[in-house]
């Protein structure tokens, strides 16, 4: 049958097998994801400026996503603008949860590029759904879970107390987890994920929400995280000087320190 089969498609190349180079690359995932940190409190990049808040850009997918806004326009476009970021190549917006800090910067960016599709919960105030409307974008409310393309997916609404949503990636190496200030509670949303979606987690980053936490319910977090198997770590934004010191002290090369204008690569 194999026989068979390799020569029905020898036959149908005209009888000239082709060289490796040739062939089309497979199915899987042949193209590397990049993410950028705009947008954050915790400094990296000396060119550029930290604020309170959070906005990373996460490119070569089908789709071009910016995850959150930061808290202030004029911060964010000048930190695009020193990244050599073209607000224009951006297709999506996705916003977390409704905090100023993560959707303050929208109106400017609104501003330079409003051919776009905003991903927002449903509770999120009318008066910035209708502003985003008003400038010319989409707005699509993710209630649930969804597809926002290939290989990337919302977590939907979480929480109770403040409703917000994390984004999921999907890479070789496994999942990694975008958060923005976690306040759905951050071992409850890689429960979540991990249950959901039933693979392994790559990678866990952005805000933990963990700032004046104690050390001994940090050190319980990690526990979790290591039972989780989670691989990566790289907590920034909200989640306090203490407890990127106690999982740098856990995951050691395999904690990843954050701040403005990092990048981090996936393939």
Not at 138 to 156: D, Y
Not at 183 to 203: A, C, F, S, T, W
Request: charged residues 25%.
């Amino acid at each position: 049958m194999h026989i068979f089969l390799s020569l029905l498609i020898i036959f149908s190349m005209g009888g000239n097998m082709q060289k490796d180079e040739d062939f089309v690359q497979p199915a899987g995932y042949p193209h590397k994801i990049e993410v950028t940190i705009i947008y954050d409190n915790n400094p990296f990049d000396d060119r550029l400026k930290t604020d309170w808040g959070f906005s990373c850009l996460i490119k070569g997918l089908e789709k071009t996503i910016l995850f959150d806004t930061g808290g202030d326009g004029e911060v964010l476009m000048n930190n695009m603008k020193k990244l050599k970021i073209d607000p224009a190549d951006v297709d999506v917006v996705f916003l977390s949860h409704e905090h100023w800090d993560h959707a303050g910067g929208l109106k400017s960016f609104l501003e330079h590029n409003h051919n776009i599709v905003v991903y927002l919960l449903p509770s999120f105030p009318a008066s910035i759904k209708n502003s985003i409307k008003n400038a010319g974008a989409e707005v699509i409310e993710t209630a649930n879970s969804m597809s926002l393309c290939e290989r990337v997916t919302s977590t939907g609404k979480l929480g109770t107390a403040i409703d917000e949503q994390s984004l999921v990636l999907e890479t070789e190496n496994g999942l990694v987890i975008i958060t923005g200030c976690a306040h759905p509670g951050i071992v409850d949303i890689v429960r979540h994920v991990k249950k959901n979606l039933e693979q392994k987690i790559y990678m866990v980053f952005g805000g933990f929400h963990l700032g004046g936490t104690s050390d001994s319910e940090l050190k319980s977090i990690i526990t979790r995280f290591r039972e989780m198997k989670v691989e990566k770590v790289g907590p920034c934004h909200c989640s306090g000087d203490r407890c990127r010191e106690l999982f740098a002290d856990e995951y050691k090369e395999n904690f990843v320190d954050i701040g403005v204008g990092k990048i981090i690569e996936f393939q």
